[in-house]
Structure formats: C-alpha cells, structure tokens
C-alpha cells in the first residue's frame, strides 16, 4: 500500500508539470471538450509489479548480507577468544620454559659439581681399591652374561618393563606383589622398577580431574608399596585442591550474602573435612589423631577458613558483619561437636583463630549504637509540637512523649544487637557483650542526665559544654526522665539481656552446664549492680541539684550557715513545752511533703526508686551540711560564741531529718550514719570551747520524740492542691493567710540577717505553724 501511494504521487506530480508547460497554449482548445484522465489504478498496474519485484530481490539480498555479517562477527569473536586464549597459554608455555632452562642451568652445574667429584673420588678409590672392584665387576659381568635368555628372571624383569612401558599400573604392580622370590634375588633391578612404578602412580593421582575411585587404586598401590606416607600427603593434597575450588567459585557471592555467607563458607571447609577423616580412615586405618598428617592439613585449612572469613566481611561496625560472625561461630562450632565424634578436635583452634574477628566486630557494632546514642537528644526538636497548643503542662506532655519515644530507640538498638547473637556466640563471648551493653546504657544515662541544669553556688544554671537539644525545666520533667531511666535499669534492660540467656538453658544436662550456669547467674547479678549503679548517678544528679536549688538563692547566698547556731539567745530549748526545728528545716519538710506527692504520682508503682529519690535528697542536705567548710570554719572558731542553745538547736534540727525521712518511709542506714558524725563534729566544736556537753545535751531520745512531735504539729497544716505545688508558684502559705513573694524575700532576708530568736522561741512570737516556701524562692 505504501508503494501504491507513492507511484499515485509520482503520476500526480508528473500531470501538474505538464498542465504547467501547456496551459496557456491549449486553455482555449479544451475549453469546450471534456478532457481524458487515466485511472491511478491503471497506472498502479503498470508499474507496481516489477518495482516490487525488485524490492523483494533487494531485501533477501539484504538479509542474506545481514547473515553473512552477523557470521563474519561471530567467527572473529571465537577467533578473537581462540586467539586470547592461545597468547595466553603461549605466555604459560614461555613462563614454564624460562623456568626449565634455569632448572637446566643448575642441573647443569649440578651434574659437573658432582661428576668432578666422583671422578676424583674414583680415582682415589681406583689407587686404594683398584685390583678389588676390578674383580668384582669382571665377576658380576661373567654372571650376566652367563645368563640364560629364556630364565625366569629375564623374563619377570623383560614382561615388568612392557608393563611399565605401556603404563599398566594395576598389572605391574600385581605381578610385583606375586612374585617374592625373584624380587628378593633381583633387589636392585626391582628398586628400580618400583621406583618407576611409584612415580606413574604419583602421576596418576596428581591429576587435575581424577576420579575418587581411580585416585583411591593409585594411593593402595602406593601403600602396598610401602609408601604409605607419600599416599597420606597425595590424598590429602587431592582434597585441598577440590577445596579450593569450591571456595573460589563460591568467594564472588559473598558481596551478595552478606549475612549468611559465613554458613556457606563453613558447609564448604567442614564438609570436605568430614569427608576426608572419612576417606582417610577407610584407605589408611584409625590413626591417633595427634600423629597423623590428617591433622596438620585440617588446622591449615582452619587458618584458611579463617582468613577467608575476614577477608571477606561486609563492614565490622553494620549488623550484617555481626550476623555472620555469629553463624560463623555457631556453625563451625557445630561441625566442630560432629568432628570430634571422629576423634579430630578442632573447636579450640577455630575460636582462638576468630574470637578477634568476632570480638572487633561486637566492639564496631556497640561504638555504632554509642554514636545513634549521642543524636538521641537531638530529636526533641523534631517532635511535632503544635497539637500541644493551648494545652495545660504542654512541655511536661511533650518531655513524656519524648522520653517514651527515646527509651523505646535506645531499646531497639540494643535488640537490634542481641537479636544476632548465636547461642554458641553467647556462650563463648558472654562477658565481652554484657560488658558492651553496660557501657552504652552508662552512655545513655551520661548524656540523659546533661538534660538537668546544673544548680551553681553563685545561683546560676550550668549546662553543659555540648550542644543539649532537651533540657528538664520542672520537677515534675526531671522526675519523668528518672522515671525512663528506671524502667531500662529495672524492666526494659535485664529482661532483654535474660532472654539473650535463656539460650544457654540447654547446658543444664552436664556438669560443666551446671557449672556455666552457675558462672552466668553470678555474671548477671554483677551487671545488675553496674547497672543500677549507672542508674543511681543519675539520681545523685537530681538530688544534689534539688538541694543545691533549696540551700541556695538566685543571688548565691546560702539559706543555711552557722549564724543561726552562733547567735542564738533565748532559754534553754529543753526547757520549752513545744520546741520547733529552725526555719530551713522546716522549710525542707514543706518540700519534701511537696515532693513526696509529685513523686508518688510520677513514679507510681517505683517504690525503690520513690525511696532513692527522697532518701537521696536527704543524704544530698547531710552531705551538703557535713562538707561545707565555710559552715564548719565558723562553727568551729573559738572566737565565736556556741552557747548551749545553738547546739541544741543544731541536734534537733539534724534528729528533725531523722524524722522526717522515717515518717515519709525513705529512711536509710546513710542518713543515720551522717547525722551521727555531724553531731559527733558540732559536739567536738562545742566541747573545744570549755563547755560541758553532759549538762548541754539531753538524751538522743528526748530530740527524738521532740522531732516526732514538731512532724505531728506541721503536719496539722491543710495540705495543697497540686496546682499550688508547682515550682511556678510564687506564693508561701502560711496558716491560711498567703503571703505574696514580696513578703517572701523580706522574711528571708530577716531571716538570713538576724534573730535565731524564732529558733528558741517561736511559740512566743505567735508562729505556731512552719511556711511552705515556693519552688522558685527555695
């Protein structure tokens, strides 16, 4: 149809040229007359037959070409591969023929060396011993020639030789075995014979593509020939070579495995191991395993599969290069147990040979989590927070989403480690990985804990040096991240490391099970306590910033000094009806009733970490009060008046903590031993100045039962919404009448500047009841 077209445009085009040459002359002649078109399909007829025609010849010639090129090409690409192949072999041939001339060459001067030697070593033979070995060669000349051609000997050494000639191993070898007398009469000629024979017999096994069962004629014909060392190194050289080749036709899909190419690694070693103890005892018999060449041919190819190993590891710090190492050491050490059901014993060798590889590989894959630990902090500021607009604590309800969120990353980079270890992994690298795991959580609880300010003695707030992308403004903020560190310290942590245990269950059958299992539980019990040990600093911080926050004002005058206990007036505080904690202690009661509720409810079902948390705010003000060496210089100056009222004071404000922490439930062993020494101090201070502490001091349980009954009294105050407890708040209650902040700092400032008045006598100026300070003032 195509070429139909184009004669019809053809003929068209050929009638306008020439109406175009004619029109004017001939316009007037057919004016009148109808003018003869002929019909496009005549002229189609015409023409169209022979042009295709020609078309049809011009494409088979075509296609015809088109095979002979696609012909041509491939005959000079396999003359292009022969040709390639053939310079390469040339090239093998030119390497090995440099090699034999050099052979050559020192053969050559071999040859000399020795024939210039021999010859003078005959020489002086022939002066010594000349009439003796001429004799001797005339003799053994005569039997030889005296020997009849059809006599059995010739005809054994004439048939051996035709054997040997048309290299009938089998043959040569029976008749050799067959005929002992003549073997013992012709010694020398059958050396040689045997010689020849062991040599096809090497031939034969050294080849390249030899099958097992003609391999295993010509290693029995070496053995019968007395050559059985030579038939154990051949056999075994056999089954290195087959090796080999698996390995290297299998090294190019390690890149494509990364996790599991170790299994194969290890099927392709083992396995051909096994098979050759297997073969090995068949054609050789059990040799003790120590003695053998079997050994020393295994423990090579374990340095090889080693090696192999290593060379071909995807990156030592990705979960890949840990999953195979793990399979590495669970499947070698199970073809290990097989093994040694054959009396080869090779499991100590293959883990002193990869206990480094798998030890870099544990350490590159925690330093990985270490640094997703670091970037942890940083995600605070890609929460999405506007749905928390307009909302009531919007900050607290995003640091609680944020912390949920964190423990559940930190966790999955835990698991995403312990999910690759292997039982017998495990077993072998137990203490490498629970060693690893402390440090990263020990990381984290680092890195956690530079979201608390640190609360400076000028009044100030340190952060530190890096860049902290989450901070904990609250209470209420700090105590929710002490809440996330506890739930890893307590659940999270020690369940994923007891199921990572579990596996090593299935030891309980032995003794030495018993005896690992035994090791394990005292290795898990010290990691625990490094555990919460980590987890315990983070406490400490907590509280020693809560105290240092509560001691000190945001000018960064301390609330607390000896003052108050070197200008005491007043009368004796035994003798009062109701005597009262100075103002700061009672103060801390008001914070720690304060506290106690916010973490009950923030740490709800914690019972351990409420106690650690209130307990060690304690500890923080005995510590705090036993170190400060300004509180102790002027307590201890002689020059200074510390009458028998201030030490007084000072015992039962330190028995009022005693209290305080016995009625909340915190009370610790700690808190008893601090109180104990800094009375012992105050009491040293007071006895240097001449006093008599005997008259000064009551009994330690009249300061006791004083302290419960001033708990009792505070405790009589309407307590306080938890709106009202919220470190914002600038008010202080006292009874039900709420002084404003500006009363606060003039009360403090009294407070700080004068009368211990209120210490002995704050009954008589009409307080009855202790002010609850705010968070901010405190």
Known sequence: ??????????????????????????????????????????????????????????????????????????????????????????????????????????????????????????????????????????????????????????????????????????????????????????????????DVLVNQLVATSNQPCIKYSELKKALEGLIKLGRETLAQELFLKVFASRLQRKVDLFLPSCTILPNTYT???????????????????????????????????????????????????????????????????QASLNYCTMLEGKGLKLSELVLFLLSQHVEEVIDKNFRRARKMVLDLSSQYETLDQSWLVGLHSSADALTNIFLRNNVKKFMSLIKDILDQLTPMVILHFRPIIMRKSHQLFEKYVEIMANAIPTFSEDGTFIYPKEQTYFRTETEIQQLALLNSISAITVEFLPMAISKMLESQGELKESDKGLENLASINKEYKNWRRRIQHSSDKIIEHFCWQYVMRLIYTRKGKARLDAHAYLEAEGDDLIEELEPLPSLPFQALFARMQKLERIVNEELFGKEK????????????????????????????????QFDQLGLQQFVLDLHFIIEIAISGGYSSRKIHQLVSATITRAIGAFAARGADVQSALNEDEWFSHVAKAAIRRLMLVVPLSRDSLQPDDNNIFLHDKVLESGDVSSSWSDFESNSMDSFASLNKAGVETPGYFSSNEL
């Open 609 to 640: 970490v409420q106690k650690a948390v209130l307990s060690g705010i304690i500890e923080a003000m005995l510590t705090w009060l036993s170190n400060d060496q300004e509180f102790w210089e002027m307590l201890e100056d002689k020059s200074r």
């Open 263 to 329: 299994a194969t690694l290890s099927k392709l070693f083992f396995s051909t191991i096994m098979e050759a103890v297997n073969e090995f005892n068949l054609l050789f018999g059990e040799i003790e395993p120590h003695a053998s060449l079997l050994v020393e041919w295994a423990e090579s190819e374990m340095e090889q599969f080693a090696h192999v190993v290593r060379e071909n590891a995807p990156s030592l710090e990705t979960t890949s290069a840990l999953c195979s190492a793990c399979i590495c050491i």
């Open 1 to 194: 149809m195509e070429m139909e077209a184009k004669l019809s445009e053809e003929g068209e085009d050929d009638e306008d040229e020439e109406y175009d040459e004619e029109e004017y002359e001939e316009e007037e002649e057919y004016d009148d007359e109808e003018v003869f078109v002929t019909p496009q399909s005549s002229i189609v007829s015409m023409y169209s037959s022979r042009t295709e025609k020609d078309m049809r010849e011009v494409c088979e010639e075509i296609l015809k070409l088109k095979s002979a090129i696609s012909s041509q090409l491939d005959n000079n690409r396999s003359c292009y591969q022969a040709f390639k192949r053939f310079s390469q072999e040339a090239k093998v041939v030119n390497e090995v023929v440099v090699e034999l001339k050099s052979n050559y060459s020192a053969h050559k001067s071999i040859v000399q060396d020795l024939s210039s030697s021999v010859a003078g070593e005959l020489d002086a033979w022939q002066k010594l011993y000349g009439k003796e070995i001429a004799d001797l060669q005339n003799s053994e000349l005569e039997r030889l020639l005296n020997l009849d051609n059809d006599s059995p000997q010739i005809v054994f050494l004439h048939n051996l030789d035709m054997l040997l000639a048309e290299r009938k191993t089998e043959e040569a070898l029976s008749m050799l075995l067959d005929s002992v007398e003549i073997i013992e009469s012709n010694s020398l000629e059958i050396s040689k014979r045997k």
